[in-house]
């Protein structure tokens, strides 16, 4: 019954999330560098900061471990 809860729950694999997390954080990081700064310029810096700041998010924050069950 547990495996089948855990299978089901499970729609997204960890690849997908991962890239989507990638891809939203530089589309806020543009956003919020051309908010800030209302130049074209910010908008490279803001997705850089962003894809960094996700990197170390997927790197360090985001692995889980796996199940003992």
């Not at 855990?6 to 729609?11: A, G, K, R």
């Not at 939203?24 to 800030?36: C, E, M, P």
């Not at 310029?41 to 796996?66: C, D, E, H, R, W």
């Amino acid at each position: 019954m547990e495996n089948q809860i855990d299978n089901n729950c499970t729609s997204i694999d960890a690849g997908k999330a991962k890239g989507i997390i990638l891809l939203v954080a530089v589309v806020f990081g543009a956003l919020i560098g051309f908010t800030a700064n209302e130049t074209f310029l910010s908008i490279f810096g803001g997705a850089v900061i962003g894809l960094i700041i996700a990197a170390i998010f997927n790197s360090v924050i985001y692995p889980q471990k796996p199940s003992d069950r």
